[in-house]
């Protein structure tokens, strides 16, 4: 599983209902990434960007569950209860599979993570949802690229293989 997120460098990575940043370049470098592949998703995060995915199955994971047994939005979203519900689900796609947030759905996946697909975001944004506190030093960065208002960083964790890129 890769965890796959944005957040500013104070770790903000949302506000409200949305991101406290307007960063198309960056919002479309993400789905390039998950183009095809499963993400799964909190239910709050996949409302607000459920309409440009390009991934092709979404496993969102809600507190009320599968009250939708044949999925939402025309079946092109299968809900679940838990994090575990999730992955049982995501790996019958049999493709890559993304943690794609909110801060809960991060906090549950990182720790099952290999590799993270990090962009920061330049600059320090108020919000009311962070990116969990990550030990670093479990962590060594394979790739780092700086573009004009974000950096995408990937971290592999340390002892795992090698990602593909």
Do not use: C
Not at 23 to 28: A, K, N, S, T
Not at 76 to 93: C, M, P
Not at 98 to 115: E, N, V, W
């Amino acid at each position: 599983m890769i965890v796959i997120g944005a957040m500013a460098t104070n770790h903000v990575i949302g506000s409200g209902d949305g991101m406290p940043w307007n960063v198309p370049e960056e919002y479309e470098h993400f789905l390039r990434l998950i183009e095809g592949h499963t993400i799964i998703i909190g239910r709050r995060s996949y409302d607000i960007f459920r309409k440009g995915l390009t991934s092709a199955h979404n496993v969102v994971v809600s507190r009320s569950g599968g009250d939708s047994p044949g999925g939402i939005d025309g079946g092109s979203a299968v809900i679940v209860r838990s994090i575990e519900d999730a992955l049982r689900v995501a790996r019958s796609f049999g493709q890559t599979i993304f943690s794609a947030g909110g801060a809960s759905i991060y906090a549950q996946t990182i720790p099952l993570a290999d590799t993270m697909y990090l962009s920061y975001i330049k600059g320090q944004y108020t919000g009311d949802a962070y990116f969990p506190e990550f030990s670093e030093h479990e962590w060594a960065i394979e790739k780092r690229e700086d573009h004009p208002r974000f950096e995408f960083v990937v971290y592999r964790r340390k002892g795992a293989p090698l990602a593909v890129s």
